[in-house]
């Protein structure tokens, strides 16, 4: 059990980034508008039309996100909160009991009281365990809707592709770049490390908004869809859109966007969407997957449960005052390392505030960062 106290850190920190990183995606395809139709001449209405359906389903898929989901699963450090002090209980009175029969193997009393105590702790676990369940079930069908509805879109953006093959090197071009940017964002991001989280004054000013991110042309109101900044104040985001390097990558986009029909900018708009999606399904798929921390924390229930009923069974049948000695030694430990964890999933409940920013979004243009009605 002593184990399992580290494990809520590194769960905690894992659902923490893996909410913002979603929030990020899902702000900036919010945000998202189509270009007119007027701008993209090649296509017709019913297939401008379907490209308006396709974005609507993203949309409602993306709201589900941003208005339930994503808010729900900023429960799960009260799951650790809760848990925590299940299992300090516990703990108190096995130890307790443990001691009683050191000296007393025959005591029926405290064996009574012992066996009581886990089972007071496995009831308590299940209505956890449900409502964990109930959220990864959310996840998986957030994962599945959210899927099918890029992968609708990814049809259209084909259909329209095949109109503009002759403009496809430009566009390789203008991906390249954006992919540039996204990566250099991406590693000035906000993110909560294991260390962060164990650390209340880091944990407690760590406020993240995810404000959307634009490289727009003012003239012919054609926007791309840069990327999302995590940060902890809108202050930083603009500092971090006039770093000299992320400024250059921008300039190095709006060249080659600017060199464009308007044709060629609204297909480059939309395929900045179509990349921003990607990233989004990505961060999704981290969430959602086996391996992620949602299940990471669903493992820790079921390995408490377990290694409970384990250390009852071990205190019951031990056979000399040794063992019984040795036994309490390892609750006593695990009842250090869930002090810890208790503290830490406390802290994390009442001081990390993940905050999305739908209101406005940053434009980047001309060297100059402006905030701007989203």
Not at 129 to 150: H, K, M, T, Y
Request: aromatic share 4%.
């Amino acid at each position: 059990m002593v184990g399992l106290g580290g494990a809520s850190v590194v769960s905690l920190a894992g659902v923490a980034n893996a909410i913002t990183n979603v929030n990020a995606f899902a702000a900036s395809a919010a945000a998202f508008s189509a270009p007119s139709g007027a701008a993209l001449s090649r296509v017709n209405a019913g297939t401008y039309n379907d490209l308006l359906q396709q974005l609507s389903g993203v949309n409602e898929q993306v709201s589900v996100w941003l208005s339930g989901l994503g808010p729900a699963l900023t429960s799960v450090p009260q799951i650790y909160t809760n848990t925590g002090l299940l299992v300090l209980d516990f703990l108190g009175e096995a130890i307790g009991a443990a001691q009683t029969l050191q000296q007393d193997p025959s005591n029926q009393q405290a064996a009574a009281q012992l066996k009581a105590s886990l089972q007071t702790l496995l009831q308590s676990l299940t209505p956890l365990a449900d409502s964990l369940n109930d959220l990864q079930q959310r996840v998986g069908a957030f994962a599945g809707g959210i899927g099918s509805a890029v992968s609708g879109l990814n049809n259209s953006l084909d259909d329209i592709q095949q109109l503009y093959g002759d403009l496809s090197a430009d566009q390789s071009q203008i991906s390249a770049a954006l992919t540039d940017l996204q990566n250099k964002i991406a590693s000035l991001n906000a993110i909560i490390t294991e260390t962060e989280v164990g650390t209340a004054f880091t944990v407690g000013s760590q406020i993240i908004r995810i404000p959307a991110v634009w490289s727009w042309n003012p003239v012919l109101g054609c926007a791309l869809l840069v990327c999302a900044i995590v940060c902890d104040s809108m202050q930083i985001a603009v500092e971090v859109g006039l770093r000299d390097d992320v400024a250059g990558l921008v300039k190095a986009v709006q060249g080659l966007t600017d060199a464009q029909t308007a044709d060629g900018q609204a297909i480059a708009s939309l395929n900045s969407a179509g990349q921003q999606l990607q990233l989004l399904l990505s961060q999704v798929k981290a969430l959602s997957d086996q391996g992620g921390p949602l299940t990471q924390i669903r493992d820790t229930l079921a390995s408490l449960a377990m290694d409970s009923q384990e250390s009852v069974s071990s205190i019951l049948a031990a056979q000399n005052e040794q063992q019984i000695a040795s036994l309490i030694s390892d609750l006593q430990s695990a009842e250090a390392a869930w002090n810890e964890a208790a503290s830490v999933a406390q802290n994390f409940q009442e001081n990390l505030t993940i905050e999305v920013n739908t209101a406005t979004m940053l434009v980047y243009h001309d060297g100059k960062v402006d905030e701007v009605p989203a």
